[in-house]
């Protein structure tokens, strides 16, 4: 069975430094790859998603993530964070359109002011 | 737009007993999926509804059922409690079924459902 792996369940970090969480996926055939946030008291919403094409992914608020095949990878990243990044990160992976996603446990952020 | 609804936001029920849970998706939008989200485990996809027919189960008992009607409303239900199945279960809708191509999931605020 497909599984999503993120490394860091907890990341804590001062405000300007650089992020990147880590997502490892098990499934060798084509994916789909997402990444959404959950803020603090609001709902899970999509940050970036990974269909096809260029392997650097760009989101909302400054965020990105890169495909990385060879490694089953798609490490999100922020080159400076702030404190208003505090939230918890989900990867998902699906393997195909049809299917339902494949969730890690998650990783939450603290950003320190 | 109102977003996903879900009611009640928080419930408390002993072990054995049945419970019932409501998602309103954005209006629109025909397919429900159910997840359950426990601490440390990320979230377990549950089902999916598309036009009033499950379309997609997740490795959830029996015990777990689900319907939606055709308002597009989709109800969850979990019969014979257990401790175990005390968790937060989101709602997300979608236009289309599946999770591909612009088909965003957009998420609803959860129910707490805590078992004693």
């Known amino acids: 069975a497909q599984s999503v792996s993120q490394h860091n369940h907890h990341v804590i970090l001062s405000e300007a430094a650089s992020l990147e969480l880590g997502c490892n996926y098990s499934y060798g055939g084509t994916v789909n790859l997402f990444w959404y946030v959950q803020y603090p008291g609001q709902h899970l919403q999509l940050l970036l998603k990974y269909f096809s094409g260029d392997p650097l992914v760009k989101g909302i608020k400054g965020f990105e993530a890169e495909f990385i095949k060879s490694k089953f990878s798609f490490n999100l990243r922020k080159p400076s964070v702030q404190w208003s990044d505090t939230a918890e990160y989900f990867c998902a992976v699906n393997e195909g359109s049809n299917y339902q996603l494949i969730w890690g446990a998650g990783t939450k952020l603290i950003i320190k002011p | 737009k109102a977003g996903v609804t879900q009611t009640p936001r928080y419930l408390i029920k002993t072990r054995g007993q049945q419970v019932t849970l409501s998602c309103s998706p954005i209006s629109g939008h025909r397919s429900v999926s159910w997840y359950q989200q426990t601490p440390g485990q990320g979230l377990q996809f549950l089902f999916e509804?598309?036009?009033?027919?499950?379309?997609n189960k997740g490795n959830f008992p029996g015990r777990f059922s689900g319907r939606q009607f055709s308002n597009s409303r989709s109800e969850m239900n979990v019969s014979t409690l257990e401790l175990g199945d005390s968790a937060l279960y989101l709602c997300?809708?979608?236009?289309?079924?599946?999770?591909?191509?612009?088909?965003?999931?957009?998420f609803g605020p959860g129910t707490r459902l805590t078992v004693l």
């Open positions: 509804y598309f036009s009033e027919t499950q379309r």
């Open positions: 997300a809708s979608s236009l289309g079924p599946g999770t591909g191509g612009n088909n965003e999931q957009f």
